[in-house]
């Protein structure tokens, strides 16, 4: 099992930064690919970004790709989300996901998912 606890969220407004992080515990992180996905009242929980466990690769949605930034430090068993120029339609719950070995671009394919943070933007 793996446990995944998120902070880091709050209400900014437009065009300000956050950002996120997630710590892991309860397996070998670096035997984990690590990604954030976020879902919006109404809508279809989705993809953000991913990261493999070496950190050597990193995967974004079209919609947040040159504004947002995963990274990690499997040191401190932590993955971070860099959210700059953040947008009203950021508005979402976070959700810091794990996945054995390799990243996907689907959430479905996540096997471990922490509570999630909940960021607001205002325009």
């Known amino acids: 099992q793996v446990q995944l606890v998120e902070s880091g969220g709050g209400l900014v407004q437009a065009g300000e930064s956050l950002r996120l992080s997630c710590v892991a515990s309860g397996r070998t992180f670096t035997n984990l690919a690590m990604g954030w996905i976020r879902q919006a009242p109404g809508k279809v929980r989705e993809f953000v970004a991913a990261?493999?466990?070496?950190?050597?690769?990193?995967y974004y949605a079209n919609s947040v790709k040159g504004r947002f930034t995963i990274s990690r430090d499997n040191a401190k068993n932590m993955v971070y989300l860099q959210m700059n120029s953040l947008k009203p339609e950021d508005t979402a719950v976070y959700y810091c996901a794990a996945r054995s070995f390799t990243a996907s671009y689907y959430p479905s394919e996540y096997e471990y998912r922490g509570q999630g943070t909940q960021v607001t933007v205002s325009s």
């Open positions: 990261i493999t466990w070496s950190g050597s690769n990193t």
